[in-house]
Nanobody, 120 residues
Framework: QLQASGGGLVQAGGSLRLSCAAS????????MGWFRQAPGKEREFVAA????????YYADSVKGRFTISRDIAKNTVNLQMNSLKPEDTAVYYC???????????????WGQGTQVTVSS
């Protein structure tokens, strides 16, 4: 129901734009979030956006570099990632839940993940 795309290989300082497309149901009233998981590490919160699209939340590690947005009409959520660092390397997942949360276990719906690799 959630399909993430846009990952790839980029040099440090570069940019990528991830997209998450919903199908099968509308997530227009859901909080949408992005998480990431690096090898050997737990899945961590990156950013979230409320249903209205006006309230956004970011992990401290990405604040000022990443921007989350959503297009309710298209049922998509995007993550613009600028000034990428090697430590941003991870599989990125989009997720949806009725309530705002920063813990992965709180989210009910998940996409399959897209790999982001940042080379130094």
């Amino acid at each position: 129901q959630l399909q993430a795309s846009g990952g790839g290989l980029v040099q440090a300082g570069g940019s990528l734009r991830l997209s998450c497309a919903a199908s099968g149901r509308s997530f227009s009233t859901y909080v949408m979030g992005w998480f990431r998981q690096a090898p050997g590490k737990e899945r961590e919160f990156v950013a979230a956006i409320r249903a209205s699209g006006y309230s956004t939340y970011y992990a401290d590690s990405v604040k000022g570099r990443f921007t989350i947005s959503r297009d309710i009409a298209k049922n998509t959520v995007n993550l613009q990632m600028n000034s990428l660092k090697p430590e941003d390397t991870a599989v990125y997942y989009c997720a949806a839940d009725r309530n705002l949360a920063t813990r992965a276990r709180e989210y009910d719906y998940w996409g399959q993940g897209t790999q982001v690799t940042v080379s130094s």
